[in-house]
Nanobody, 126 residues
Framework: QVQVVESGGGSVESGGSLSLSCVAS?????????MGWFRQAPGKEREGVAA????????YYADSMRGRFTISQNAAKNTVTLQMNNLKPEDTAMYYC??????????????????WGQGTQVTVSS
């Protein structure tokens, strides 16, 4: 079981930037994780934003975020950062971090993740 805690949400104007951070802490088993960011807007399904393998060699991005968002990992600190630039009003959502213990593959499929954070709100105004 892994505890996942997000931070860094907030409000920003269109075109602005925000950085989200996520820390994973395992109660049992390995402290090596693949991690992902997902988001959910009101009335919509949770969708994948970005994902990263343990060590950061593999990353995936949803098409609408590629080029604007960057996911990175500090494996030693079990943290993942999502840098979001050129934010748009349609990026407004609750953002969730998720983790899966190694062995694992980076994935934008929410079904592979067992451990989830509580979420952090991102609001982008026009």
């Amino acid at each position: 079981q892994v505890q996942v805690v997000e931070s860094g949400g907030g409000s920003v104007e269109s075109g602005g930037s925000l950085s989200l951070s996520c820390v994973a802490s395992a109660y049992t088993g390995t402290r090596k994780y693949c991690m992902g960011w997902f988001r959910q807007a009101p009335g919509k399904e949770r969708e994948g934003v970005a994902a990263i393998s343990y060590g950061g060699s593999t990353t995936y991005y949803a098409d609408s975020m590629r080029g604007r968002f960057t996911i990175s990992q500090n494996a030693a600190k079990n943290t993942v950062t999502l840098q979001m630039n050129n934010l748009k009003p349609e990026d407004t959502a609750m953002y969730y971090c998720a983790a899966q213990q190694a062995p694992c593959l980076a994935s934008l499929n929410r079904e592979v993740y067992v451990s989830w954070g509580q979420g952090t709100q991102v609001t982008v105004s026009s």
